[in-house]
Protein backbone atom coordinates (compact mmCIF):
# COMPACT_ATOMS: atom_id res chain seq x y z
CA UNK A 1 0.00 0.00 0.00
CA UNK A 2 2.92 2.57 0.86
CA UNK A 3 4.64 1.73 -2.44
CA UNK A 4 1.34 2.13 -4.50
CA UNK A 5 0.34 5.25 -2.79
CA UNK A 6 3.99 6.61 -2.98
CA UNK A 7 3.51 6.20 -7.04
CA UNK A 8 0.04 7.90 -6.58
CA UNK A 9 1.53 10.64 -5.37
CA UNK A 10 4.53 10.82 -7.76
CA UNK A 11 2.19 10.69 -10.24
CA UNK A 12 0.44 13.09 -9.81
CA UNK A 13 2.94 15.58 -8.98
CA UNK A 14 4.61 14.59 -12.50
CA UNK A 15 0.83 15.77 -14.25
CA UNK A 16 1.07 19.19 -11.92
CA UNK A 17 4.30 19.76 -12.79
CA UNK A 18 3.57 18.92 -16.48
CA UNK A 19 0.32 21.23 -16.02
CA UNK A 20 2.12 24.01 -14.44
CA UNK A 21 4.91 23.99 -17.81
CA UNK A 22 3.04 23.86 -20.52
CA UNK A 23 0.31 26.88 -19.32
CA UNK A 24 2.17 29.63 -21.00
CA UNK A 25 2.08 27.44 -24.39
CA UNK A 26 -2.10 26.38 -23.56
CA UNK A 27 -2.18 30.19 -23.24
CA UNK A 28 -1.04 31.11 -26.61
CA UNK A 29 -2.55 28.35 -28.17
CA UNK A 30 -6.00 29.16 -26.70
CA UNK A 31 -9.25 29.33 -27.99
CA UNK A 32 -9.51 31.30 -32.07
CA UNK A 33 -10.24 34.98 -32.14
CA UNK A 34 -13.63 36.20 -32.83
CA UNK A 35 -14.15 38.60 -35.12
CA UNK A 36 -15.55 42.01 -33.94
CA UNK A 37 -17.77 44.85 -35.46
CA UNK A 38 -17.64 48.33 -35.26
CA UNK A 39 -21.04 50.10 -35.64
CA UNK A 40 -20.61 53.43 -34.13
CA UNK A 41 -17.60 55.25 -35.99
CA UNK A 42 -18.35 59.02 -36.99
CA UNK A 43 -19.45 59.13 -40.85
CA UNK A 44 -17.11 60.27 -42.65
CA UNK A 45 -13.33 58.99 -41.40
CA UNK A 46 -10.40 60.72 -42.28
CA UNK A 47 -7.65 57.52 -43.02
CA UNK A 48 -3.98 58.03 -43.63
CA UNK A 49 -1.32 55.70 -44.51
CA UNK A 50 -0.72 53.40 -47.00
CA UNK A 51 -1.87 50.32 -48.58
CA UNK A 52 0.34 47.75 -50.85
CA UNK A 53 -1.83 45.71 -52.92
CA UNK A 54 -0.43 42.41 -54.07
CA UNK A 55 -3.62 40.47 -55.49
CA UNK A 56 -3.91 42.21 -58.43
CA UNK A 57 -4.57 40.48 -62.05
CA UNK A 58 -1.28 41.49 -64.08
CA UNK A 59 -3.96 43.42 -66.76
CA UNK A 60 -6.02 46.39 -65.36
CA UNK A 61 -9.08 47.74 -66.73
CA UNK A 62 -8.50 51.64 -65.79
CA UNK A 63 -11.39 53.81 -65.97
CA UNK A 64 -10.45 57.41 -65.75
CA UNK A 65 -13.07 59.84 -64.48
CA UNK A 66 -12.76 63.33 -66.16
CA UNK A 67 -10.02 62.85 -68.54
CA UNK A 68 -9.32 64.84 -71.37
CA UNK A 69 -8.83 64.33 -74.64
CA UNK A 70 -4.98 63.79 -75.50
CA UNK A 71 -3.96 66.69 -77.81
CA UNK A 72 -2.89 64.97 -81.47
CA UNK A 73 0.66 65.02 -81.63
CA UNK A 74 2.68 68.18 -82.97
CA UNK A 75 -0.53 69.70 -83.30
CA UNK A 76 0.18 73.58 -83.63
CA UNK A 77 -1.73 75.57 -81.04
CA UNK A 78 -4.87 77.44 -81.69
CA UNK A 79 -4.28 80.92 -81.21
CA UNK A 80 -7.49 83.63 -81.26
CA UNK A 81 -7.92 87.34 -80.82
CA UNK A 82 -7.12 88.76 -77.96
CA UNK A 83 -7.19 92.79 -78.65
CA UNK A 84 -5.99 95.70 -79.94
CA UNK A 85 -3.62 97.62 -79.66
CA UNK A 86 -3.46 100.84 -77.87
CA UNK A 87 -0.59 102.18 -79.48
CA UNK A 88 -0.87 102.80 -83.41
CA UNK A 89 1.63 102.19 -86.77
CA UNK A 90 1.23 102.77 -90.33
CA UNK A 91 1.09 99.71 -92.51
CA UNK A 92 4.89 99.77 -91.96
CA UNK A 93 5.43 97.38 -88.96
CA UNK A 94 8.64 96.25 -89.85
CA UNK A 95 7.74 92.92 -91.34
CA UNK A 96 5.88 89.94 -89.37
CA UNK A 97 8.34 90.17 -86.51
CA UNK A 98 8.16 93.84 -85.91
CA UNK A 99 4.39 93.74 -85.84
CA UNK A 100 4.96 90.89 -83.35
CA UNK A 101 7.19 92.96 -80.89
CA UNK A 102 4.59 95.30 -81.07
CA UNK A 103 1.76 92.71 -79.99
CA UNK A 104 3.96 91.48 -77.57
CA UNK A 105 4.48 94.72 -75.85
CA UNK A 106 1.00 94.79 -74.62
CA UNK A 107 -0.21 91.41 -74.70
CA UNK A 108 3.11 88.83 -73.68
CA UNK A 109 2.50 86.23 -75.25
CA UNK A 110 0.83 87.17 -78.64
CA UNK A 111 1.47 88.11 -82.32
CA UNK A 112 -0.17 89.48 -85.10
CA UNK A 113 -3.64 87.79 -86.01
CA UNK A 114 -3.94 85.67 -89.55
CA UNK A 115 -7.75 86.63 -90.47
CA UNK A 116 -8.70 82.73 -89.97
CA UNK A 117 -7.64 83.12 -86.18
CA UNK A 118 -9.80 86.13 -85.87
CA UNK A 119 -12.89 84.24 -87.55
CA UNK A 120 -12.75 81.38 -85.32
CA UNK A 121 -12.07 83.62 -81.71
CA UNK A 122 -14.55 82.15 -79.46
CA UNK A 123 -14.13 85.12 -76.72
CA UNK A 124 -14.28 88.16 -78.13
CA UNK A 125 -12.39 90.90 -76.36
CA UNK A 126 -13.83 93.42 -74.66
CA UNK A 127 -13.24 97.18 -75.62
CA UNK A 128 -12.54 96.35 -79.51
CA UNK A 129 -13.34 100.02 -81.43
CA UNK A 130 -11.45 101.38 -84.97
CA UNK A 131 -9.28 99.71 -87.77
CA UNK A 132 -6.64 97.43 -86.72
CA UNK A 133 -3.22 95.86 -88.42
CA UNK A 134 -4.15 92.07 -89.82
CA UNK A 135 -2.21 89.56 -91.16
CA UNK A 136 -2.86 88.65 -94.97
CA UNK A 137 -1.41 86.41 -97.66
CA UNK A 138 -2.39 86.76 -100.98
CA UNK A 139 -4.71 88.90 -102.76
CA UNK A 140 -3.66 92.64 -103.86
CA UNK A 141 -5.30 93.70 -100.73
CA UNK A 142 -2.67 94.46 -98.21
CA UNK A 143 0.50 96.72 -97.93
CA UNK A 144 2.90 94.87 -100.21
CA UNK A 145 6.16 93.82 -98.22
CA UNK A 146 5.17 95.44 -94.91
CA UNK A 147 5.36 99.06 -96.33
CA UNK A 148 3.29 102.35 -96.47
CA UNK A 149 3.28 103.20 -99.76
CA UNK A 150 2.12 100.12 -101.97
CA UNK A 151 -0.72 98.08 -102.07
CA UNK A 152 -0.15 94.51 -104.09
CA UNK A 153 0.42 90.72 -103.87
CA UNK A 154 2.80 88.59 -101.58
CA UNK A 155 2.59 89.04 -97.96
CA UNK A 156 1.66 92.23 -95.36
CA UNK A 157 -1.07 94.08 -93.68
CA UNK A 158 -4.28 95.14 -94.67
CA UNK A 159 -7.05 96.94 -91.56
CA UNK A 160 -9.48 94.78 -89.80
CA UNK A 161 -12.78 96.67 -88.07
CA UNK A 162 -13.99 96.02 -84.56
CA UNK A 163 -16.59 93.72 -85.61
CA UNK A 164 -14.47 91.02 -87.21
CA UNK A 165 -14.53 91.95 -90.98
CA UNK A 166 -12.06 92.68 -92.84
CA UNK A 167 -11.86 96.55 -94.34
CA UNK A 168 -9.90 96.34 -98.10
CA UNK A 169 -9.48 98.49 -100.70
CA UNK A 170 -11.94 98.41 -103.52
CA UNK A 171 -10.29 99.26 -107.32
CA UNK A 172 -11.48 101.63 -108.40
CA UNK A 173 -13.75 102.76 -105.86
CA UNK A 174 -13.29 106.19 -103.50
CA UNK A 175 -13.84 106.51 -100.18
CA UNK A 176 -17.97 108.19 -101.16
CA UNK A 177 -18.40 104.68 -101.85
CA UNK A 178 -20.84 102.75 -99.23
CA UNK A 179 -19.24 101.53 -97.18
CA UNK A 180 -16.53 103.96 -97.44
CA UNK A 181 -13.21 101.15 -98.93
CA UNK A 182 -10.80 103.72 -100.86
CA UNK A 183 -9.05 102.27 -103.53
CA UNK A 184 -6.20 104.50 -103.19
CA UNK A 185 -2.25 103.42 -101.71
CA UNK A 186 -2.92 106.17 -99.17
CA UNK A 187 -4.33 103.27 -96.28
CA UNK A 188 -1.26 102.11 -96.14
CA UNK A 189 0.14 105.02 -94.47
CA UNK A 190 -3.01 105.19 -91.70
CA UNK A 191 -2.06 104.50 -88.14
CA UNK A 192 -3.81 102.04 -87.00
CA UNK A 193 -3.67 99.14 -83.33
CA UNK A 194 -2.96 95.91 -84.38
CA UNK A 195 -4.30 93.01 -84.07
CA UNK A 196 -3.44 90.58 -82.14
CA UNK A 197 -3.81 86.57 -80.94
CA UNK A 198 -2.22 84.22 -78.79
CA UNK A 199 -2.35 80.75 -78.02
CA UNK A 200 -5.78 79.56 -75.91
CA UNK A 201 -5.55 78.76 -72.91
Known sequence: M???GSATFAAALLVFSLDAHAQPFLRGLGPPPKGVVVTNFPNPQNVTGSVTVTNLPAVQDVHVVNAQPPAQCG???SFQLV???RAVFTGDLGGPFGANQK???EFPGSRICDYSEVRSTVIVPSGLAGLAWLNLDG????CQDWTNGV???GSGPTRLASNGTLVVPIPGCVPACTPPQPSSPSF????NSIACCAPLP
Open 2 to 4: HNV
Open 75 to 77: APP
Open 83 to 85: GFT
Open 103 to 105: CQA
Open 139 to 142: GQTQ
Open 151 to 153: IGG
Open 188 to 191: CSEQ
